[in-house]
């Protein structure tokens, strides 16, 4: 069972393409050769980022209230006792699926050494070096520098790490990457302490990461059995280059590892849809598109400019993903694993749209990081390791608050390749009414089982709703993935049909996907009959989305079945209360603005209404949701093998 548990694990992972046609982009290494690329690869000592501490200028440069707020933050550390990651955390993933023991304790200890080493920077006297030391020595003594969810990634299964078998996950490269760059800023210091410090983080990178990064190519990731590949290829590339670049000493070795991440970056560049669209949902787009863009940035850095594939459409598109995908601050479309506030990086966007000479998504950031600045506490420890996230936002900083930023409120958008639209009744304020639709397959990478669903938002706000995702735990990467309810078609906005659900599966997907847009409005249509299994009974199954001028969204689905005598449930979930309940007639309002209505107008004739309160206990969702949803489920008991039906939606005045 355990084997079996790992395998599916890795598969929810790396989902296998069915056969098809692979375009060969090699965006990297189609324009270079590994000779080539050895003679303009920077050596260490002339890959110069970003100042170390023996630049006080430059660390001088930055205004005081920033320079004491991090070095309060690193204050807190100064008593910090290591915790130790007990055997046990690593087992409570496969007892009964918590992650978070472990991780809190990881993670943790990284928090606090990235907070003791700015604060250091920041004062350069000394006082926070011991700690310093003590974190390093501490996260080199750790079995894995992954997490416990990831250990079963290693021959031996799940539970406890094998010491002998090192793997690259995203968290042992983080690590690798964060320890490079701490070497890198305060190598000089530490040596005055001891060379063993040093010599002891070079010895722990080149055989965790350098080594079978090198040799392996057997890591899902990496893309050589030719599988599709998601935001863990760009993630691990993207601390993965800087740790050769700061760590490997030997040329051969790290012009050889710097063009295999080139080439498991084109495996990756070359499944992705030319569209840029992240089917893992916006919640992943700092670590798929955003990602990509950290290891173009530093393959752009260590080439001296000669490796640039800033202007290749597909890189363009992937980064105004993000912009299509934004909703109203601070919500952005959240299908699959998505929270519906997902919090992309705005230094990150602003910097990828600077790279693409893309004003739009320059603003974009800018409105972001103006909107969420609070103070300096938005540049300390994030979830990226030091130098991939957190050193370009503190240098940038300046000229991102004092960059006139705009909202995006593009009026629609469409993304053929990964099949979803979105249209809204304003492209100058979010008033009104905004629309969000998917077609795609119930296989994309962090899939649900969401094949036709939609969201819509009243002034900003959403009524509509996609659940989104609880916080991972073992069932969610497993073969009980679809037991988990936010999974499953029926609490989203789709119909059970003669009580069957959509199914998991590529071979489960829209047909005959249709987008339309004119003076009159937009209009969204797609086949969903194979999204079900032949026990729903449908030979044909037609749903269309159409927004009248922006004022009125039609909701129109149209069943042919092999039988009469079908049943069946379209769900709706909301986030708002319902505050009339007529026949024909369902008023929704929001809960934080009572005065905002969404009226939904139905065949009181053929519908039953059955209202479903859902409590919400789980810590991720609370954070959106609150407290509570509503599942409405329009019920029809069909005599007939056709059926059609017509919701109207739209504000109510």
């Known amino acids: 069972m355990k084997r079996l548990f790992i395998i599916l694990l890795l598969i929810n992972y790396s989902i296998l393409c069915p056969a098809q046609e692979i375009p060969q982009r090699n965006l990297l290494t189609g324009k270079i050769t590994t000779a080539e690329l050895s003679d303009i690869l920077l050596a260490a000592e002339n890959w110069h980022p970003y100042p170390t501490i023996d630049e006080p200028d430059s660390w001088d440069q930055f205004p ?13 550390y100064l008593e910090y006792t290591w915790p130790v990651i007990p055997a046990t ?8 699926g918590n992650r ?33 030391i003590n974190g390093i020595w501490a996260i080199c003594e750790e079995t894995y520098w992954g997490v416990s969810a990831h250990i079963g990634y290693q021959k031996k299964g799940a539970g406890l790490p094998d010491v002998t078998e090192p793997t690259i996950d995203l968290f042992a490269t983080e690590t690798s990457c964060q320890m490079s760059w701490v070497l890198y800023l305060l190598g000089t210091r530490l040596n005055e302490e001891s060379p063993l410090i040093r010599e002891r983080i070079e010895y722990e990178i080149q055989r965790r990461i350098i080594e079978p990064g090198l040799q392996r190519t057997d890591f899902w990731w ?8 998601n935001n863990w290829t760009p993630w691990i590339c993207s601390n993965w280059l800087p740790t050769v670049m700061l760590i490997e000493k030997d040329p051969e070795r790290k012009t050889a590892s710097v063009y295999k991440i080139m080439t498991i970056l084109d495996h990756f560049l070359n499944h992705y849809p030319a569209d840029g669209g992240c089917d893992e949902g916006p919640g992943y787009w700092n670590q798929a598109g955003g990602s990509l863009f950290d290891c173009l940035e530093d393959l752009y850095s260590i080439s001296s400019g000669k490796i640039n594939i800033f202007n290749e459409q597909l890189i363009i598109n992937m980064g105004l993903y993000i912009h299509k995908a934004y909703i109203s601050y601070p919500y952005f479309i959240n299908f699959a694993d998505a929270s519906a506030t997902p919090s992309p990086d705005p230094f990150l966007i602003y910097r990828y749209g600077k790279s693409i000479n893309n004003g739009d998504l320059m603003d974009f950031g800018a409105f972001l990081a103006i909107e969420e600045w609070s ?22 900083i300046n000229e991102v608050l004092k960059y006139d930023g705009g909202e995006p409120l593009q009026p629609y958008s469409w993304l053929p390749d990964i099949q979803v639209m979105t249209a809204r009744s304003s492209d100058k304020t979010a008033d009104g009414l905004f629309l969000a639709a998917k077609g795609g397959h119930n296989d994309e990478s962090h899939n649900h089982n969401d094949v036709g669903n939609f969201i819509i938002y009243l002034n900003g706000e959403p009524a509509i709703i996609d659940v989104g995702v609880e916080t991972y735990r073992r069932q969610t990467f497993s073969n009980e993935r679809y037991t988990i309810w936010t999974m499953q078609s029926a609490y989203h906005n789709l119909p059970t049909i003669n009580g069957q659900m959509q199914m998991n599966g590529r071979q489960y997907e829209a047909r005959n996907v249709t987008f339309k847009r004119n003076q009159n409005g937009t209009k969204f249509g797609l086949n969903l009959e194979d999204v079900y ?24 689905d149209q069943f042919l079945f092999n039988n009469a005598n079908n049943q069946v449930d379209l769900n709706i979930m909301t986030c708002f209360r319902i505050y009339e309940n ?18 939904l107008i139905y065949n009181k004739e053929i519908f039953t209404l059955v209202i479903e309160p859902i409590q919400i206990t789980d810590e991720k969702l609370h954070r959106v949701w609150g407290d509570e949803i509503t599942r409405i489920v329009f019920r029809i008991n069909c005599n007939s093998k056709n059926l059609e039906y017509l919701i109207k939606i739209s504000e109510e005045s």
Not at 582 to 599: A, I
Request: charged share 30%; proline share 3%; net charge positive.
């Open 375 to 396: 103070g300096p506490e938005n540049l300390f420890y994030t979830f990226g390791a030091l130098g991939r996230r957190q050193f370009p936002a503190l240098l940038s």
């Open 533 to 556: 299994t032949e026990e729903a009974g449908i030979k044909s199954f037609r749903r269309t989305l159409e927004f009248k001028k922006g004022k009125e969204i039609l909701l129109k």
């Open 582 to 599: 007529l026949p024909g007639q369902l008023v929704l309002c929001n809960k934080n603005n009572p005065s905002e209505k969404l009226k």
């Open 64 to 76: 005081e209230f920033i320079r004491i707020a991090f070095i309060q933050e690193g204050e807190k």
């Open 222 to 229: 990496m893309g050589y059995r030719g599988q599709s590949l």
């Open 89 to 96: 955390a690593a087992l409570d993933f496969v007892r009964d």
């Open 100 to 132: 978070t023991n472990y991780e809190n304790v990881s993670f943790g200890r990284r928090k606090a050494l990235t907070s003791l080493v700015m604060a250091e920077l920041f004062e350069r006297k000394g006082r926070f070096i011991d700690q310093i």
